[in-house]
């Protein structure tokens, strides 16, 4: 069980639609009691057809209401009641007529007058065939249902039970506890099964700096900012708000991430900090350690005949002020650790030094090809020890890196 799933204490109503994927639902209320909840059970007259409300009730322990006119539930526990003594409502599976009832306010059977009766907030786990899903009408009724504050997960893609491909599928029961942890907590965006970082705020900082010496020229690296950069489009992919801090690179900006372009170290540390909060600080760029003192507004002559004698001063270290901040800290921040020898010692007495919780250390020595290139093999450094990663192209090692980073979050 995951820890941030606990549903401890937590009352669901789960009401069954009549939709095939009804016999997940079943697993849905284990996977509930089994993080902690309580489940009342309401079945429509269609889920009937596919499980059998003494299912229902045998998993959840309680009896498996039915009936909107029946006296005897009148008289154990009104609709009303059953309603509102939930923390949540959840709708598995949502089928479009559900949906169709919830928009449009009707209440003609039990599972639609206890979502029209409700105080609490609904979650909906939509799966029915690909083209009602995709119908204008389902989709005004999702728009106008979400407008209205009603929370929603999946449909997933994938083969349908009556054999076409597409969204449509009800959500993995696991998927649903997690939306419903998250909707519990107040969570007004709940986490896709593949957008762990949904809700969540990323600055990422990419490629090089550049620190003038005089107006036409300066002190650069190799960096070429494509594992940044990859980071940002995993991070966008992976559901977030992305913002990507870039130093002069030759690359385009990647959808979906509001990025900012700056040039030197001290314009990259004042951009991040204009950023924040955020929720991870991702410290990829291989910032210069000196800059030029007096940079003058004159460019150098060689007719002196001397070597002018640059003046070089230290740069801000921006990874070790964002981590040893002590308000807006993010809650991870990762550094980066590119060495040319003795990799994993260099690493270790980074994370130490800048108070990051994660280095991501790699090899750039010329032989491996990595600055520049479109491969990276990874140590990950955390004070709890070393996790050693095989050789990955960039955009694969983004993508493992912001989902180990959502799961650390
Ligand atoms: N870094 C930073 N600001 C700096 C220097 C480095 O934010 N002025 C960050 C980098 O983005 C990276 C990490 O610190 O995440 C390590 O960078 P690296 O260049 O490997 O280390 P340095 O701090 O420069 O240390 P050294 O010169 O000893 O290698």
Known sequence: MHPSLTLHGKRILLIIGGGIAAYKSLDLIRQIKKHGGAVRVVMTKAAQEFVTPLSAASLSGHKAYTELFSLNDEAEMGHIELSRSADLVVVAPATADIIAKQAHGLANDLASTLLLATDKRVLNAPAMNLRMWLHPATQRNVTQLTADGTLFIGPDEGEMACGEYGPGRMAEPLDIVAAIAAALQGAHILPLPNQPLAGKRVI?????????????????????????????????KAGAEVVLISGPVALPDPDGAQVQHVNTAREMLAAVEAALPADMFISTAAVADWRVEDAGTHKLKKDKGEMPALHLVENPDILATIAQRRDQRPHLVVGFAAETDHVLDHARAKLARKGCDLIVANDVSAAGGVMGG??????????????????????????????HFAGLL
């Not at 005089?214 to 900012?225: F, T």
Request: net charge negative; charged share 20%.
């Open 204 to 236: 990422i900082t990419s490629g090089p700096t550049h620190e003038p010496i005089d107006p036409v020229r300066y002190i650069a690296n190799r960096s070429s900012g494509k594992q940044g950069h990859a980071l940002a489009a995993a991070a966008v």
């Open 374 to 403: 479109d491969a990276n093999e990874i140590t990950l450094v955390t004070a709890a020890g070393l996790e050693p990663w095989p050789r990955l192209s960039k955009t694969e090692v983004a993508e493992k890196l912001i989902a």
